[in-house]
C-alpha cells in the first residue's frame, strides 16, 4: 500500500512539473503577444489570460509542497483570535504598500503582471480577514 502512494505522489509531482512548464511556456507567448498587439483592449484581454495563466502555475505549485497541520494544540479565546486577526490586517495593509512601491518600480510587462497578481492577493485577503473580524465581533 505505501508503495502505491509514493508512485501516486511520483506520478502527480511529475504532472505539476509538465503542466507548469507548459504554462510557462504559454506565458511567455502570450506576454510576447501581448507587446506586438496594438489594441488596447487585446491587451487587456490579454493581460486577464496572463493573470489567470499566472495564478495556475501559483497554484500548480502549491501541490508539491508538503500538507500544512492546521491542528491547534489549545482553542484559543475569541479575543486572542480577534486580534491576531487585527495584527494579520495590519501586515497586509504594510505589505500592500511595500507591494505598491514595487509596482510604481517594475522595470519590465511581467515585473509589473507578477507584483500586480501580488497585489490582488493580498487586497483578497485582507478583505476577507476584515471580513471575518467583522464576522466574529459581530456575534459578540
Given amino acids: 500500500m505505501q508503495r502505491g502512494l509514493k508512485y501516486i505522489c511520483r506520478q502527480r509531482l511529475d504532472y505539476v512539473d509538465r503542466f507548469t512548464s507548459d504554462e510557462l511556456l504559454h506565458l511567455v507567448e502570450l506576454m510576447k503577444l501581448r507587446g506586438a498587439v496594438e489594441s488596447e483592449y487585446l491587451r487587456e484581454f ?3 489570460i496572463i493573470r489567470e495563466t499566472y495564478l495556475r502555475i501559483r497554484l500548480m505549485d ?3 509542497l508538503p500538507d500544512i497541520s492546521l491542528s491547534a ?3 484559543k479565546p475569541l479575543e486572542e483570535v480577534v486580534e491576531a486577526l487585527e495584527e494579520m490586517c495590519k501586515h497586509y ?4 504598500a511595500e507591494v505598491r512601491k514595487l ?5 519590465t510587462p511581467l515585473e509589473l503582471e507578477l507584483v500586480a497578481a501580488v497585489e490582488k492577493s ?3 485577503s485582507h478583505i476577507a480577514v476584515r471580513m471575518l473580524i467583522n464576522a ?3 456575534r459578540r
Fill in 93 to 96: 495593509e504594510e505589505h500592500l
Fill in 136 to 138: 466574529l465581533t459581530e
Fill in 46 to 48: 490579454i493581460n486577464g
Fill in 122 to 124: 493580498l487586497e483578497r
Fill in 73 to 75: 494544540p489549545d482553542a
Fill in 62 to 64: 502549491l501541490l508539491s
Fill in 103 to 107: 509596482r510604481e518600480s517594475a522595470k
